[in-house]
């Protein structure tokens, strides 16, 4: 009997009205890419480098578009598929980063349809670029990604910006932070000579600060709709937040992008002043990391109905940083320093945490433990993804240090963030229902302990 997918193929209903209008930024990116194309101007395809690379190319008159939120789109709407057999076809290994491999198998669609983005080509393509603006961070893959696009992007330069991501113990070696800002900014002005002279203009600076000063603003409304959903019953979930990252994780120096924030947290407010849950039913209330299966949110829907979980936390690297602190950017008036500081900030800002609970490294692992006290999370779900190491390598330790240190257990469910094939639905949904008496008894414990929730 052939099994039943339904379930697995399922698109999020969202709960919260903004989230179902966030879609719109996602292919505003796409189509204002191709208009912009039309007109003349230039298109860079770029990593998310977090926000380290992304002003500087704006500023400039460049529109980008990210191959990795292409990947997300692609799957979400179930048309990855086409492109990781081409990519499988090229002979990349069907555990390369997913992202990769989508945005792999499209090039060679582009390059075979003589760069004219092919009939049908999901939320409009991708608009052939004259920059592939690459990142160091986060991820090994991604050295090489950008570079092997040069087999069917073979005159686009690859420009890779890095970022030092010191472990926890070396953060707190003197002077060790203000060196790896020095090289940060330096390595940003070697990137805007790179780009002046691709690009054959100088860099706006005063356009620049007004980008960054609407950009901090975004980040910081978003940061304030996470501390909104600390509320029990929990405001806004998971399923809501895929959605409604986009705007500040990709365009947070966009006007629209603001705007739309302040939607966000005026609803999500109103939830909270008015102690109404994102689901009618919450039970137990769980942490979820790292990267989603993009092709599959309405699973999460599913465990809400069934069992009554609340997702109320999730994916470190796709949120808003905590603000820096003030004396931070006191007296700091280069736009190139700003995007420095805010760009480590944000990769260094759990060591505090790490350093508490003598863990490593502060970025994917850290903030969970600090997440667990304030949003009083039941459990941990894992997801370790077949095509990506570096959101995969520190989930076991995540969930044996959520248990040891705080008695929150954690379950694992496998699978991919673009591969829709890896994804065994029904095998999720039993290892979560027997999850559920885990959860129930390490209440037992927290409360045997005094501990607060």
Known sequence: MEKDNSVKTMKSAKTLKTAREA???????????????????????????????????????????????????????????????????????????????????FAKSLRDNNYVIPEGAPGGGLARPVLLLASGTACDARYKWFQSLGRYLNDVPVWNLEMPQ?????????????????????????????????????????KLKVMLDQALKTLNIAWQVDLLRRAVPSPMVSQDFWSVMI???????????????????????????????????EKYRMMFSELPPWHSIGFFDELSKRYGIAMVMESWNYHAPTPMPEEELDGVTDPLEI?????????????????????????????????????????FFAHPLMSCRPATYTLMHTRNSLEEKLKVPGVVVPGDIIDLRVFNAD??????????????????????AGMAW
């Open 23 to 105: 879609g719109y930024f996602g292919k505003k990116m796409l189509t204002d890419a191709i208009k912009a194309q039309e007109e003349g101007h230039p298109i860079g395809w770029s990593m998310v480098s977090w926000w380290q690379g992304d002003f500087i190319a704006k500023a400039m008159g460049m529109h980008l578009v990210y191959p990795e939120n292409y990947g997300a789109f692609c799957a979400a709407v179930r048309q990855a598929e086409p492109y990781l057999e081409i990519a499988d076809s090229e002979g990349f290994p069907n555990n390369l980063c997913g992202y990769a491999r989508n945005c792999l198998g």
């Open 339 to 379: 995007i420095a500081r805010l760009t480590y900030h944000k990769w260094m800002e759990h060591n505090e945490v790490a350093r508490e609970f003598d863990t490593s490294p502060g970025f994917f692992n850290a903030a969970y433990l600090k997440w667990a006290k304030e949003y009083r999370a039941d459990g």
């Open 427 to 448: 095998e999720g949904f039993s290892k979560v229902e027997a999850f559920v008496e885990t959860m129930d008894h390490y209440r037992d414990l927290r409360k045997q």
């Open 247 to 281: 705007p500040h994780f990709y365009l947070p120096d966009d006007p629209e992008a603001y705007s739309f924030y302040e939607r966000v947290y005026a609803e999500v407010k109103e939830r909270v002043d008015n102690g109404i849950g994102a689901i009618p039913n």
């Open 166 to 206: 010191s472990g926890v113990k070396e953060y707190y070696l003197k002077d060790n932070k203000e060196k790896n800002l020095r090289f940060v900014v330096k390595e940003l002005r070697n990137f805007v000579s790179f780009m002046e002279n691709l690009l054959k203009r100088k860099l706006d600076h005063d």
